[in-house]
Protein backbone atom coordinates (compact mmCIF):
# COMPACT_ATOMS: atom_id res chain seq x y z
CA UNK A 1 0.00 0.00 0.00
CA UNK A 2 1.34 3.42 -1.19
CA UNK A 3 1.65 5.48 1.92
CA UNK A 4 2.38 9.68 2.37
CA UNK A 5 3.67 11.31 5.68
CA UNK A 6 4.17 14.30 6.76
CA UNK A 7 5.14 14.43 9.68
CA UNK A 8 3.35 12.74 12.38
CA UNK A 9 0.33 12.23 9.99
CA UNK A 10 0.14 9.34 7.81
CA UNK A 11 -2.25 9.27 4.31
CA UNK A 12 -2.71 5.96 2.83
CA UNK A 13 -3.33 5.82 -0.98
CA UNK A 14 -7.14 5.12 -1.62
CA UNK A 15 -6.89 5.14 -5.34
CA UNK A 16 -5.39 7.93 -7.94
CA UNK A 17 -6.36 11.37 -6.36
CA UNK A 18 -7.55 10.09 -3.26
CA UNK A 19 -5.83 9.22 -0.24
CA UNK A 20 -6.75 9.01 3.47
CA UNK A 21 -6.04 9.10 7.08
CA UNK A 22 -7.12 5.88 8.59
CA UNK A 23 -9.99 6.60 11.44
CA UNK A 24 -7.61 6.26 14.65
CA UNK A 25 -7.61 7.61 18.16
CA UNK A 26 -10.71 10.12 19.00
CA UNK A 27 -11.12 10.57 15.67
CA UNK A 28 -14.78 10.09 14.96
CA UNK A 29 -14.40 9.23 10.87
CA UNK A 30 -11.62 9.26 8.93
CA UNK A 31 -10.23 12.11 6.74
CA UNK A 32 -9.71 11.94 2.90
CA UNK A 33 -7.17 14.47 0.77
CA UNK A 34 -8.15 15.12 -2.84
CA UNK A 35 -5.18 15.47 -4.54
CA UNK A 36 -2.30 14.76 -6.91
CA UNK A 37 1.29 13.40 -5.60
CA UNK A 38 2.34 16.72 -6.71
CA UNK A 39 -0.21 18.49 -4.57
CA UNK A 40 -0.31 16.47 -1.94
CA UNK A 41 3.67 17.24 -1.22
CA UNK A 42 2.39 21.03 -1.01
CA UNK A 43 -0.35 20.51 1.61
CA UNK A 44 2.03 18.66 3.25
CA UNK A 45 4.34 21.75 3.76
CA UNK A 46 1.95 23.46 6.33
CA UNK A 47 -0.43 22.22 9.32
CA UNK A 48 -2.89 21.08 6.86
CA UNK A 49 -3.27 17.61 7.43
CA UNK A 50 -3.04 17.93 10.98
CA UNK A 51 -5.86 20.40 10.80
CA UNK A 52 -7.48 18.11 8.72
CA UNK A 53 -7.48 15.25 10.97
CA UNK A 54 -8.38 17.68 13.99
CA UNK A 55 -11.90 18.36 12.65
CA UNK A 56 -12.57 14.84 12.65
CA UNK A 57 -13.13 14.96 15.99
CA UNK A 58 -16.20 17.51 15.52
CA UNK A 59 -19.59 16.07 16.89
CA UNK A 60 -21.54 14.71 14.25
CA UNK A 61 -19.08 14.99 11.43
CA UNK A 62 -20.22 12.59 8.52
CA UNK A 63 -18.53 10.08 6.72
CA UNK A 64 -14.91 11.85 6.50
CA UNK A 65 -13.19 15.13 6.89
CA UNK A 66 -12.26 16.52 3.36
CA UNK A 67 -9.15 18.57 1.73
CA UNK A 68 -9.57 19.56 -1.52
CA UNK A 69 -6.88 20.00 -3.56
CA UNK A 70 -6.26 23.32 -3.00
CA UNK A 71 -5.59 22.55 0.51
CA UNK A 72 -3.36 24.64 2.98
CA UNK A 73 -3.96 26.08 6.40
CA UNK A 74 -5.97 27.88 8.08
CA UNK A 75 -8.10 28.88 11.16
CA UNK A 76 -8.59 25.65 12.78
CA UNK A 77 -9.87 23.95 10.22
CA UNK A 78 -8.29 24.19 6.76
CA UNK A 79 -8.85 26.30 4.19
CA UNK A 80 -10.37 24.09 1.02
CA UNK A 81 -11.78 22.05 3.89
CA UNK A 82 -15.58 20.68 3.80
CA UNK A 83 -17.13 19.14 7.00
CA UNK A 84 -20.62 17.63 6.74
CA UNK A 85 -22.10 17.38 10.29
CA UNK A 86 -25.20 16.00 11.27
CA UNK A 87 -27.73 18.97 11.68
CA UNK A 88 -29.86 17.02 14.52
CA UNK A 89 -26.89 15.36 16.74
CA UNK A 90 -23.90 17.26 15.23
CA UNK A 91 -23.06 20.82 15.55
CA UNK A 92 -21.69 24.01 13.52
CA UNK A 93 -18.51 25.32 13.35
CA UNK A 94 -17.73 29.08 13.01
CA UNK A 95 -14.16 28.33 12.13
CA UNK A 96 -14.80 25.63 9.30
CA UNK A 97 -16.60 28.08 7.78
CA UNK A 98 -14.30 31.29 8.09
CA UNK A 99 -13.71 35.02 8.78
CA UNK A 100 -14.42 36.07 5.54
CA UNK A 101 -18.40 34.65 5.48
CA UNK A 102 -19.36 34.01 1.96
CA UNK A 103 -16.13 35.24 0.17
CA UNK A 104 -17.12 34.14 -3.14
CA UNK A 105 -16.59 34.34 -6.84
CA UNK A 106 -19.00 35.92 -9.69
CA UNK A 107 -18.35 35.69 -13.85
CA UNK A 108 -20.05 38.57 -15.90
CA UNK A 109 -20.04 37.63 -19.72
CA UNK A 110 -19.59 39.82 -22.84
CA UNK A 111 -19.78 39.89 -26.35
CA UNK A 112 -16.88 41.56 -26.38
CA UNK A 113 -13.98 39.69 -27.74
CA UNK A 114 -9.78 40.20 -27.10
CA UNK A 115 -9.84 42.68 -30.20
CA UNK A 116 -12.48 44.86 -28.99
CA UNK A 117 -10.00 45.63 -25.54
CA UNK A 118 -6.36 45.66 -26.89
CA UNK A 119 -5.26 49.16 -27.16
CA UNK A 120 -7.41 50.10 -24.03
CA UNK A 121 -5.83 47.87 -21.47
CA UNK A 122 -4.92 50.94 -19.52
CA UNK A 123 -7.81 53.38 -19.95
CA UNK A 124 -9.83 50.26 -18.59
CA UNK A 125 -7.87 48.99 -15.57
CA UNK A 126 -7.77 53.08 -14.98
CA UNK A 127 -11.39 53.42 -14.52
CA UNK A 128 -12.13 50.44 -12.73
CA UNK A 129 -9.60 51.30 -9.99
CA UNK A 130 -11.14 54.76 -10.03
CA UNK A 131 -14.35 53.66 -9.87
CA UNK A 132 -14.97 50.30 -8.05
CA UNK A 133 -13.58 51.04 -4.16
CA UNK A 134 -10.76 48.83 -2.71
CA UNK A 135 -8.67 48.58 0.01
CA UNK A 136 -8.26 48.54 3.51
CA UNK A 137 -11.16 50.25 5.85
CA UNK A 138 -14.40 51.92 4.58
CA UNK A 139 -15.89 53.40 1.29
CA UNK A 140 -18.18 51.23 -0.73
CA UNK A 141 -20.85 52.28 -3.66
CA UNK A 142 -22.94 52.24 -1.51
CA UNK A 143 -23.02 53.79 1.75
CA UNK A 144 -26.02 53.72 3.94
CA UNK A 145 -27.29 53.47 7.25
CA UNK A 146 -28.17 50.77 9.81
CA UNK A 147 -32.01 50.47 8.24
CA UNK A 148 -30.10 49.68 5.09
CA UNK A 149 -27.88 46.89 6.20
CA UNK A 150 -30.64 45.26 8.07
CA UNK A 151 -32.90 45.43 4.94
CA UNK A 152 -29.55 44.16 2.68
CA UNK A 153 -28.86 41.00 5.79
CA UNK A 154 -32.71 40.03 5.27
CA UNK A 155 -33.30 40.18 2.20
CA UNK A 156 -30.06 39.70 0.13
CA UNK A 157 -29.94 40.56 -3.62
CA UNK A 158 -33.41 40.98 -3.72
CA UNK A 159 -32.93 44.52 -1.39
CA UNK A 160 -30.74 45.28 -4.66
CA UNK A 161 -32.93 44.39 -7.54
CA UNK A 162 -35.77 46.44 -4.89
CA UNK A 163 -33.14 49.75 -5.04
CA UNK A 164 -32.25 49.75 -9.05
CA UNK A 165 -28.86 47.99 -8.59
CA UNK A 166 -29.88 44.72 -10.22
CA UNK A 167 -31.91 43.00 -12.49
CA UNK A 168 -34.55 39.95 -12.48
CA UNK A 169 -31.72 37.61 -14.36
CA UNK A 170 -29.12 38.26 -12.18
CA UNK A 171 -31.12 36.77 -8.79
CA UNK A 172 -31.64 33.94 -11.37
CA UNK A 173 -28.32 33.28 -12.09
CA UNK A 174 -27.02 33.69 -8.47
CA UNK A 175 -26.21 30.28 -6.05
CA UNK A 176 -29.66 30.73 -3.95
CA UNK A 177 -31.38 33.49 -5.86
CA UNK A 178 -28.59 35.37 -3.57
CA UNK A 179 -31.19 35.24 -0.83
CA UNK A 180 -30.67 32.89 2.36
CA UNK A 181 -34.24 32.73 3.94
CA UNK A 182 -33.02 31.75 7.71
CA UNK A 183 -30.92 34.85 7.81
CA UNK A 184 -31.29 36.91 10.79
CA UNK A 185 -30.43 40.40 11.10
CA UNK A 186 -31.24 40.41 14.88
CA UNK A 187 -27.65 37.85 15.73
CA UNK A 188 -25.48 40.33 14.13
CA UNK A 189 -24.45 43.08 16.78
CA UNK A 190 -24.51 46.19 16.13
CA UNK A 191 -20.21 46.80 16.09
CA UNK A 192 -20.34 44.45 13.08
CA UNK A 193 -23.09 46.35 11.23
CA UNK A 194 -21.08 49.66 11.92
CA UNK A 195 -17.98 47.86 10.01
CA UNK A 196 -20.61 46.85 7.14
CA UNK A 197 -22.53 50.03 6.17
CA UNK A 198 -19.63 52.16 4.50
CA UNK A 199 -18.52 49.23 2.62
CA UNK A 200 -21.40 48.35 0.45
CA UNK A 201 -20.29 47.35 -2.79
CA UNK A 202 -16.45 47.17 -1.87
CA UNK A 203 -13.45 44.72 -3.29
CA UNK A 204 -11.43 45.19 0.38
CA UNK A 205 -7.95 44.03 0.39
CA UNK A 206 -5.68 41.01 0.43
CA UNK A 207 -6.43 38.28 -2.31
CA UNK A 208 -9.83 39.86 -3.49
CA UNK A 209 -9.83 41.57 -6.95
CA UNK A 210 -11.37 42.19 -10.16
CA UNK A 211 -10.17 40.72 -13.24
CA UNK A 212 -11.00 41.34 -16.87
CA UNK A 213 -10.22 37.94 -18.25
CA UNK A 214 -10.52 36.27 -22.15
CA UNK A 215 -11.75 32.88 -22.62
CA UNK A 216 -8.28 31.10 -24.17
CA UNK A 217 -9.87 27.25 -23.69
CA UNK A 218 -13.33 25.64 -24.14
CA UNK A 219 -12.93 22.01 -23.37
CA UNK A 220 -16.74 21.55 -23.64
CA UNK A 221 -18.52 22.83 -26.18
CA UNK A 222 -22.23 22.10 -25.82
CA UNK A 223 -21.87 22.96 -21.83
CA UNK A 224 -19.74 26.15 -22.69
CA UNK A 225 -22.72 27.36 -24.68
CA UNK A 226 -25.17 27.09 -22.28
CA UNK A 227 -22.75 29.13 -19.65
CA UNK A 228 -22.99 31.93 -22.71
CA UNK A 229 -18.75 31.32 -23.06
CA UNK A 230 -16.84 31.38 -26.58
CA UNK A 231 -12.97 31.24 -27.29
CA UNK A 232 -11.85 34.72 -27.45
CA UNK A 233 -14.96 35.84 -25.19
CA UNK A 234 -14.15 39.32 -22.58
CA UNK A 235 -15.56 37.96 -19.24
CA UNK A 236 -15.19 39.88 -16.18
CA UNK A 237 -14.51 37.96 -12.80
CA UNK A 238 -15.22 39.68 -9.10
CA UNK A 239 -13.96 38.19 -6.18
CA UNK A 240 -14.51 39.39 -2.64
CA UNK A 241 -16.75 38.90 0.65
CA UNK A 242 -18.42 40.12 3.72
CA UNK A 243 -15.91 42.45 4.27
CA UNK A 244 -15.95 43.81 8.39
CA UNK A 245 -19.05 42.97 8.51
CA UNK A 246 -19.00 39.37 8.28
CA UNK A 247 -15.10 38.71 10.16
CA UNK A 248 -16.93 40.85 13.39
CA UNK A 249 -19.58 38.18 13.07
CA UNK A 250 -17.39 35.28 12.74
CA UNK A 251 -15.34 36.85 16.02
CA UNK A 252 -17.80 37.86 18.11
CA UNK A 253 -19.75 34.04 18.02
CA UNK A 254 -16.39 32.41 18.17
CA UNK A 255 -16.12 34.47 21.69
CA UNK A 256 -19.59 33.54 22.75
CA UNK A 257 -18.94 29.75 21.88
CA UNK A 258 -15.46 29.71 23.77
CA UNK A 259 -17.56 31.01 27.21
CA UNK A 260 -20.37 28.71 26.35
CA UNK A 261 -19.63 25.63 25.48
CA UNK A 262 -16.37 25.22 27.02
CA UNK A 263 -16.90 21.69 27.61
CA UNK A 264 -17.40 20.48 24.28
CA UNK A 265 -13.81 22.82 23.40
CA UNK A 266 -12.43 20.95 25.94
CA UNK A 267 -13.10 17.42 23.96
CA UNK A 268 -11.53 19.09 21.03
CA UNK A 269 -7.97 18.82 19.72
CA UNK A 270 -7.77 22.64 18.68
CA UNK A 271 -9.49 25.35 20.44
CA UNK A 272 -9.85 27.59 16.71
CA UNK A 273 -12.78 24.61 16.21
CA UNK A 274 -15.03 25.77 18.48
CA UNK A 275 -18.30 24.50 17.72
CA UNK A 276 -22.13 24.66 19.31
CA UNK A 277 -23.71 21.93 19.73
CA UNK A 278 -26.59 21.34 17.00
CA UNK A 279 -29.77 22.47 18.41
CA UNK A 280 -28.20 24.70 20.73
CA UNK A 281 -29.23 28.49 21.24
CA UNK A 282 -25.76 29.52 19.71
CA UNK A 283 -26.01 27.37 16.98
CA UNK A 284 -29.21 28.81 16.24
CA UNK A 285 -28.08 31.87 16.25
CA UNK A 286 -24.84 31.58 14.37
CA UNK A 287 -26.51 30.34 11.78
CA UNK A 288 -29.01 32.72 11.37
CA UNK A 289 -26.02 35.50 11.49
CA UNK A 290 -24.39 33.41 9.28
CA UNK A 291 -27.03 33.19 6.87
CA UNK A 292 -27.38 37.50 7.12
CA UNK A 293 -23.71 37.46 6.07
CA UNK A 294 -24.33 35.46 2.87
CA UNK A 295 -26.92 38.35 2.41
CA UNK A 296 -24.85 40.79 2.70
CA UNK A 297 -21.81 39.40 1.01
CA UNK A 298 -23.92 38.59 -2.04
CA UNK A 299 -25.35 42.22 -2.47
CA UNK A 300 -21.62 43.32 -1.93
CA UNK A 301 -20.78 41.73 -5.26
CA UNK A 302 -24.08 42.77 -6.82
CA UNK A 303 -23.27 46.61 -6.30
CA UNK A 304 -19.51 45.88 -7.77
CA UNK A 305 -20.89 43.81 -10.81
CA UNK A 306 -23.15 46.97 -11.07
CA UNK A 307 -20.55 49.61 -11.13
CA UNK A 308 -18.85 47.39 -13.35
CA UNK A 309 -21.61 47.43 -15.61
CA UNK A 310 -21.24 51.41 -15.63
CA UNK A 311 -17.37 51.85 -15.68
CA UNK A 312 -17.37 49.60 -19.39
CA UNK A 313 -20.71 51.53 -20.65
CA UNK A 314 -18.04 54.79 -20.68
CA UNK A 315 -15.18 53.27 -21.72
CA UNK A 316 -16.69 51.49 -24.87
CA UNK A 317 -19.84 54.15 -25.18
CA UNK A 318 -22.57 51.40 -25.56
CA UNK A 319 -24.94 50.32 -22.92
CA UNK A 320 -24.37 47.17 -21.12
CA UNK A 321 -27.16 45.40 -22.41
CA UNK A 322 -25.88 45.85 -25.85
CA UNK A 323 -22.52 44.36 -24.74
CA UNK A 324 -24.10 41.54 -23.18
CA UNK A 325 -22.27 41.99 -19.84
CA UNK A 326 -25.01 38.90 -18.15
CA UNK A 327 -24.07 37.19 -14.86
CA UNK A 328 -23.06 33.87 -15.38
CA UNK A 329 -23.09 32.70 -12.29
CA UNK A 330 -22.36 33.51 -8.52
CA UNK A 331 -20.88 30.75 -6.25
CA UNK A 332 -20.25 31.25 -2.62
CA UNK A 333 -17.07 29.85 -0.42
CA UNK A 334 -16.70 30.30 3.22
CA UNK A 335 -20.06 28.98 3.57
CA UNK A 336 -22.15 25.99 6.05
CA UNK A 337 -25.60 24.70 4.87
CA UNK A 338 -28.52 23.23 5.93
CA UNK A 339 -28.28 20.41 3.17
CA UNK A 340 -30.45 16.83 2.75
CA UNK A 341 -27.80 14.19 1.49
CA UNK A 342 -28.03 10.57 1.06
CA UNK A 343 -25.37 8.33 3.02
CA UNK A 344 -24.75 4.74 3.48
CA UNK A 345 -25.40 2.80 6.78
CA UNK A 346 -24.44 -0.31 8.19
CA UNK A 347 -27.09 -2.86 9.42
CA UNK A 348 -26.34 -0.86 12.87
CA UNK A 349 -27.95 2.21 11.25
CA UNK A 350 -23.92 4.12 11.68
CA UNK A 351 -22.73 5.84 8.72
CA UNK A 352 -19.91 4.21 6.36
CA UNK A 353 -16.76 5.23 4.32
CA UNK A 354 -16.94 2.65 1.95
CA UNK A 355 -20.21 2.55 -0.23
CA UNK A 356 -19.17 -1.33 -0.71
CA UNK A 357 -20.54 -1.62 2.74
CA UNK A 358 -23.60 0.11 3.05
CA UNK A 359 -26.88 -2.13 3.66
CA UNK A 360 -28.96 0.99 2.40
CA UNK A 361 -29.10 4.63 1.63
CA UNK A 362 -30.90 7.21 4.07
CA UNK A 363 -31.43 11.01 3.43
CA UNK A 364 -30.03 13.41 5.98
CA UNK A 365 -30.18 17.04 6.80
CA UNK A 366 -26.90 18.23 7.43
CA UNK A 367 -24.55 21.58 8.36
CA UNK A 368 -22.32 21.14 5.01
CA UNK A 369 -18.96 23.74 5.95
CA UNK A 370 -17.56 24.35 2.81
CA UNK A 371 -14.41 26.83 4.11
CA UNK A 372 -12.21 27.76 1.03
CA UNK A 373 -14.27 24.94 -0.78
CA UNK A 374 -17.38 25.69 -3.74
CA UNK A 375 -20.36 23.64 -4.17
CA UNK A 376 -20.04 21.41 -7.24
CA UNK A 377 -24.30 20.05 -7.99
CA UNK A 378 -23.94 17.97 -10.70
CA UNK A 379 -27.03 18.04 -13.11
CA UNK A 380 -30.49 17.41 -12.21
CA UNK A 381 -30.43 18.75 -8.79
CA UNK A 382 -33.04 21.10 -8.06
CA UNK A 383 -30.66 23.60 -6.35
CA UNK A 384 -28.87 24.35 -9.31
CA UNK A 385 -30.69 27.42 -11.97
CA UNK A 386 -33.31 26.31 -14.65
CA UNK A 387 -30.68 27.70 -16.88
CA UNK A 388 -28.00 25.13 -16.01
CA UNK A 389 -30.11 21.97 -14.32
CA UNK A 390 -29.57 20.43 -17.64
CA UNK A 391 -25.92 20.42 -17.57
CA UNK A 392 -24.41 20.94 -14.03
CA UNK A 393 -23.81 24.27 -11.87
CA UNK A 394 -21.37 26.36 -12.95
CA UNK A 395 -17.97 26.07 -11.13
CA UNK A 396 -15.82 29.30 -10.94
CA UNK A 397 -12.23 28.59 -9.88
CA UNK A 398 -9.61 31.40 -9.63
CA UNK A 399 -6.25 31.06 -10.39
CA UNK A 400 -3.30 34.04 -9.65
CA UNK A 401 -3.00 36.97 -11.39
CA UNK A 402 -0.69 35.79 -13.56
CA UNK A 403 -2.10 32.33 -14.29
CA UNK A 404 -5.49 31.08 -16.15
CA UNK A 405 -8.60 30.62 -14.36
CA UNK A 406 -11.14 27.81 -14.72
CA UNK A 407 -14.69 27.45 -15.52
CA UNK A 408 -16.10 23.97 -14.22
CA UNK A 409 -19.47 22.53 -14.16
CA UNK A 410 -20.73 20.32 -11.09
CA UNK A 411 -19.30 16.55 -11.38
CA UNK A 412 -21.28 13.40 -11.80
CA UNK A 413 -19.54 12.35 -8.73
CA UNK A 414 -19.36 15.56 -6.40
CA UNK A 415 -22.50 14.26 -4.65
CA UNK A 416 -21.03 10.60 -3.84
CA UNK A 417 -17.18 11.82 -2.99
CA UNK A 418 -17.17 15.02 -1.27
CA UNK A 419 -21.11 16.15 -0.40
CA UNK A 420 -21.41 18.28 -3.76
CA UNK A 421 -17.81 20.33 -3.50
CA UNK A 422 -14.48 20.78 -5.23
CA UNK A 423 -11.54 22.92 -5.03
CA UNK A 424 -12.17 27.16 -4.91
CA UNK A 425 -9.25 28.68 -6.71
CA UNK A 426 -5.25 27.88 -6.31
CA UNK A 427 -4.55 27.31 -3.15
CA UNK A 428 -1.52 29.36 -1.26
CA UNK A 429 1.84 28.06 -1.28
CA UNK A 430 3.22 31.02 0.40
CA UNK A 431 2.30 33.16 3.67
CA UNK A 432 1.60 36.81 3.19
CA UNK A 433 4.75 37.55 5.32
CA UNK A 434 6.99 35.50 3.40
CA UNK A 435 5.94 36.86 0.06
CA UNK A 436 6.67 40.43 0.51
CA UNK A 437 10.04 39.18 1.98
CA UNK A 438 10.68 37.24 -1.92
CA UNK A 439 8.72 39.75 -4.24
CA UNK A 440 8.56 43.80 -4.47
CA UNK A 441 5.37 44.47 -6.08
CA UNK A 442 6.65 46.66 -8.84
CA UNK A 443 8.80 44.10 -10.20
CA UNK A 444 5.46 42.06 -10.36
CA UNK A 445 3.35 44.87 -12.00
CA UNK A 446 6.26 45.56 -14.51
CA UNK A 447 7.28 41.54 -15.00
CA UNK A 448 3.26 40.53 -15.64
CA UNK A 449 2.67 43.33 -18.31
CA UNK A 450 6.14 43.11 -20.44
CA UNK A 451 5.86 39.29 -20.00
CA UNK A 452 1.63 38.46 -20.37
CA UNK A 453 0.51 41.82 -21.45
CA UNK A 454 -1.30 41.47 -17.98
CA UNK A 455 -2.37 45.13 -16.91
CA UNK A 456 -2.67 45.59 -12.72
CA UNK A 457 -3.81 48.24 -10.81
CA UNK A 458 -3.48 47.99 -6.89
CA UNK A 459 -3.75 50.47 -3.42
CA UNK A 460 0.00 49.34 -2.84
CA UNK A 461 3.04 47.28 -4.29
CA UNK A 462 2.98 45.10 -1.00
CA UNK A 463 -0.39 44.01 -2.12
CA UNK A 464 0.79 42.86 -5.29
CA UNK A 465 3.75 41.24 -3.74
CA UNK A 466 1.32 39.06 -1.83
CA UNK A 467 -0.25 38.02 -4.15
CA UNK A 468 2.42 37.34 -7.04
CA UNK A 469 1.81 34.21 -8.95
CA UNK A 470 4.48 32.77 -7.42
CA UNK A 471 2.97 32.35 -4.13
CA UNK A 472 0.31 29.97 -5.17
CA UNK A 473 -0.17 26.56 -6.20
CA UNK A 474 -0.84 25.52 -9.72
CA UNK A 475 -4.49 25.94 -10.81
CA UNK A 476 -3.73 23.73 -13.65
CA UNK A 477 -2.98 20.95 -11.35
CA UNK A 478 -5.67 21.72 -8.92
CA UNK A 479 -8.57 21.80 -11.76
CA UNK A 480 -6.91 18.47 -13.71
CA UNK A 481 -7.54 16.56 -10.24
CA UNK A 482 -10.76 17.48 -10.16
CA UNK A 483 -11.90 16.95 -13.47
CA UNK A 484 -10.24 13.24 -12.95
CA UNK A 485 -12.28 12.81 -10.17
CA UNK A 486 -15.11 13.84 -11.33
CA UNK A 487 -16.11 16.20 -9.15
CA UNK A 488 -15.99 19.29 -11.32
CA UNK A 489 -15.58 18.98 -15.02
CA UNK A 490 -13.48 21.79 -17.05
CA UNK A 491 -15.59 23.57 -19.46
CA UNK A 492 -13.13 26.36 -20.15
CA UNK A 493 -10.15 28.66 -19.43
CA UNK A 494 -9.32 32.26 -19.22
CA UNK A 495 -6.83 34.42 -18.56
CA UNK A 496 -5.83 37.84 -17.37
CA UNK A 497 -6.01 41.14 -19.21
CA UNK A 498 -6.72 43.78 -16.42
CA UNK A 499 -6.79 43.26 -12.90
CA UNK A 500 -6.90 45.38 -9.74
CA UNK A 501 -6.84 44.52 -6.05
CA UNK A 502 -6.60 46.37 -2.70
Known amino acids: MTTYEAGDVTLQKVRDYV ?20 LLSEIGDDKTLEQLRNATH ?18 GFPVGGVGAMDAENGCISPGAVGYDINCGVRMLTTNLTYDDLQGREQELVEALFANVPSGLGGGGVFEGDIADVDAILEEGVQWALRNDWAVPEDLEHC ?15 QKAKDRGKNQIGSLGSGNHFLEVQRVTDVYDDAVADSFGLAADQIVVLIHCGSRGLGHQTCNDYLRRIEKTHAGLLDSLPDRELAAAPAGSQLAEEYYGAMCAAINFAWVNR ?17 DWRDMEMHLLYDVAHNIAKKERHQVGVDATGEVVTDDADAVEYETRELY ?6 TRAFPAGREEVPPAYRDVGQPVIIPGSMGSGSYVLRG ?15 AGRLMSRTQAKKEYWGGDV ?3 LREQNQIYVK ?45
Open 175 to 189: EDEGFRPDADPSAIS
Open 368 to 373: VHRKGA
Open 302 to 318: QLIMHRTRQVFERVFDR
Open 58 to 75: LPGITKYAICMPDGHQGY
Open 411 to 425: GEHSMRETFGSTAHG
Open 19 to 38: WEIPKQGDMRVPARVFASEE
Open 458 to 502: AQSGATVAEEAPGVYKDVDEVVRVSDALGIGDRVARTFPVCNIKG
Open 445 to 447: QTD
